[in-house]
C-alpha cells in the first residue's frame, strides 16, 4: 500500500472542511456531529480526529480558509477611505464590494454565516464563541470608524447615532447572507438584486452624489 504523501493528507483535510461546512449549513453547527462529517466526506470518524482536535477545531479553520482574506480586506479597505477623495464612494465601494464578493464566493458566504449563528454555541465553547465574537465585533468597529470619520467630513444623511447606524448595516449585510444561504428555496438572489438592495440603505445614510474631500481643495 503507498505511502501517503504530505499533499495527500492535506487533500483529505480540505475534503473535510468541505463536508463540514455543507452540514453546517443544511443541519447547522449543534446538530453535526463529528461521525456525521466523516459520513459525508466519506471517511472514518478516525480521520477526523487525524486531522482536528475537535468540532471547535474544524469551525475555527474552516472560517480562516474561507472568510479569513475577505475579512481583512474589507478591514483595510474601510481603514483608507481617509486617503480618498470621495470617502462616502469608497465607503459604498467598500460595503458593495463586501457584498459582491460573498455573491460570488460561496464559501466566504458560508464562514460569514457560521460567524453569524455562533450564539447557538454551547457555554463549553466559550473559546470559539468569543473568535467568532472577535471577528464579528472587528467588523461592527470598522464601519463605526469609518462612518465616525464620514461624519467628521459632514458626509452622512442618517440622524441615527454613529453606534446605531453600525449596528443596522451589520444587521442587513447579514440578513441579507441569511437570506442568500438559506437551505432550500433561496429567498434572495444576492448577485443579481444584492447590491441594489443595499443602496436603498446606504442611499438613507450617505450622499445620493459623491463628495469631495476637502483635502482636494486644496485647504
Known amino acids: 500500500m503507498p505511502k501517503k504523501t504530505k499533499q495527500d493528507s492535506e487533500n483529505t483535510r480540505q475534503v473535510l472542511l468541505d463536508a463540514a461546512a455543507a452540514l453546517f449549513i443544511h443541519q447547522g453547527i449543534a446538530k453535526t456531529t463529528l ?31 474561507n472568510a479569513g482574506e475577505l475579512h481583512h480586506t474589507f478591514l483595510e479597505q474601510l481603514s483608507e477611505i481617509r486617503s480618498s477623495n470621495h470617502p462616502d ?31 447557538e454555541f454551547t457555554g463549553e465553547q466559550a473559546d470559539l464563541r468569543r473568535f467568532l465574537r472577535s471577528r464579528r465585533n472587528e467588523l461592527q468597529g470598522a464601519i463605526h470608524r469609518a462612518l465616525m470619520y464620514l461624519e467628521q467630513q459632514h458626509l452622512l444623511r442618517a440622524q441615527l447615532s454613529l453606534k ?43 450622499p445620493v452624489e459623491p463628495s469631495q474631500h476637502p483635502d482636494s481643495t486644496g485647504r
Open 164 to 206: 446605531l447606524q453600525a449596528q443596522c448595516l451589520m444587521s442587513y449585510l447579514f440578513g441579507l447572507v441569511h437570506q442568500h444561504l438559506e437551505p432550500g428555496h433561496h429567498p434572495l438572489h444576492l448577485a443579481r438584486d444584492g447590491e441594489a438592495m443595499l443602496e436603498l440603505l446606504l442611499d438613507s445614510i450617505l
Open 89 to 119: 464612494l469608497a465607503f459604498r465601494d467598500a460595503i458593495t464590494g463586501l457584498m459582491r464578493r460573498v455573491a460570488n464566493q460561496p464559501a466566504a458566504g458560508l464562514a460569514i454565516r457560521i460567524m453569524m449563528h455562533c450564539v
Open 35 to 65: 461521525s456525521d462529517i466523516a459520513a459525508q466526506a466519506g471517511l472514518t470518524r478516525g480521520a477526523v480526529y487525524w486531522h482536528f482536535s475537535n468540532k471547535e477545531d474544524i469551525i475555527r479553520l474552516l472560517w480562516e480558509r
